[in-house]
């Protein structure tokens, strides 16, 4: 075996939701600098296109595709682009997640239950169908890479219907896992801890500029690593799961996480 090639992405195509920014630019970023040609999505173009020529600059081809991954009508034409413009697709990343508001059980609306479970869980779902269907259909196999949260296994007050949709996530992992098998096409999960992106710092927004670094630190002392991660942090694993490296490998959710589990999270 040559291991140099193990986590080569060289001559595969990968589609990433939420590639714009945070975790998934981060990857898009690595799976381009492991070879591999990488179609970006997110509602907004405007954050998709610096991405692009970032991934086209490393000398890889990139399609940057405008979709809301929680409308069904608009997942059969993201990957009707990315069929057309690459004839394939090997990696799919169900990245793209969100948390609008704070409310517990006595406050939230059906709304923010829709907005939360719509995307992070349906949208995940239906994706992964209609790229399973392309993957199964090239018999080629493939990889599909979900991106949970530690909150899945371990709930935080006031996130609720979001650590709902990560338990989900991890579910949908194992179910998409032991269906596609038969199909070599392998699901496993990467489950963050707390990660400084958009996503994260907004839960910060009240606060001045200086309160927030400071509660960001002082929230990275709860980490057995003693530090919240930084979206660099997630690549190693999201690379060996694209990859050969794992290609005995299914099913699977893994925390990658400071050690905060060893103590029941945050
Ligand atoms: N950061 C953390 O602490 C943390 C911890 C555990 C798990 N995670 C998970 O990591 C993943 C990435 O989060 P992140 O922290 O990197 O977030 P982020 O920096 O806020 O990025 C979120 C990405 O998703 C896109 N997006 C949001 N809503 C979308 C929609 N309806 N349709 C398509 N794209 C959409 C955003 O772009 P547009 O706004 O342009 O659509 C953006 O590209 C999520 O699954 C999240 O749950 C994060």
Same mark, same amino acid.
């Given at each position: 075996m040559e291991i140099s090639k193990l986590f080569s992405l060289e001559n595969k195509t990968a589609l990433v939701t939420g590639g714009s920014m945070g975790i998934g630019r981060a990857t898009a970023l690595a799976f381009a600098d492991a070879g591999a040609d990488v179609a970006i999505v997110?509602?907004?173009?405007?954050?998709?296109?610096?991405? =692009?020529?970032?991934?086209?600059?490393?000398?890889?081809?990139?399609?940057?595709?405008?979709a809301h991954v929680g409308r069904m009508d608009q997942l059969p034409a993201i990957v009707e682009q990315v069929v057309a413009?690459?004839?394939?697709?090997?990696?799919? $990343?169900?990245?793209?997640?969100?948390?609008? =508001?704070?409310?517990?059980?006595?406050?939230?609306?059906?709304?923010?239950?829709?907005?939360?479970?719509?995307?992070?869980?349906?949208?995940? @779902?239906?994706l992964s169908q209609a790229v399973a269907r392309v993957m199964e259909e090239k018999g080629a196999?493939?990889?599909?890479?979900? $991106?949970?949260?530690?909150?899945?296994? =371990?709930?935080?007050?006031?996130?609720?219907? @979001?650590?709902?949709?990560?338990?989900?996530?991890n579910m949908a992992t194992r179910s998409m896992a032991l269906e596609l098998a038969p199909h070599k096409i392998r699901v496993n999960a990467i489950a963050p801890g707390a990660t400084r992106t958009k996503l994260f710092e907004g839960l910060f927004a009240f606060l001045p500029e200086d309160e927030r670094e400071k509660q960001i630190q002082q929230i990275g002392q709860a980490f057995p690593l003693g530090r919240v991660a930084v979206p660099d942090d997630? #690549?190693?694993?999201?690379?060996?799961? =694209?990859?050969?490296?794992?290609? @005995?490998?299914?099913?699977? #959710? #893994?925390?990658?996480?400071?050690? #905060?589990?060893?103590?029941?999270?945050?």
């Open positions: 997110s509602r907004k173009m405007e954050n998709l296109a610096p991405v =692009a020529e970032e991934i086209k600059a490393k000398g890889k081809r990139c399609l940057p595709v405008a413009e690459f004839g394939q697709i090997d990696i799919l $990343v169900n990245n793209a997640a969100t948390s609008p =508001a704070y409310a517990t059980i006595f406050e939230a609306q059906e709304k923010l239950w829709d907005s939360i479970i719509g995307l992070n869980l349906k949208g995940l @779902y239906f196999g493939g990889s599909i890479i979900n $991106v949970s949260s530690i909150d899945g296994f =371990a709930p935080q007050a006031q996130v609720g219907i @979001y650590s709902i949709s990560k338990a989900g996530v997630m #690549v190693g694993l999201m690379l060996y799961l =694209a990859s050969d490296a794992s290609a @005995y490998m299914t099913g699977q #959710v #893994v925390a990658v996480e400071g050690g #905060v589990l060893l103590h029941g999270g945050l």
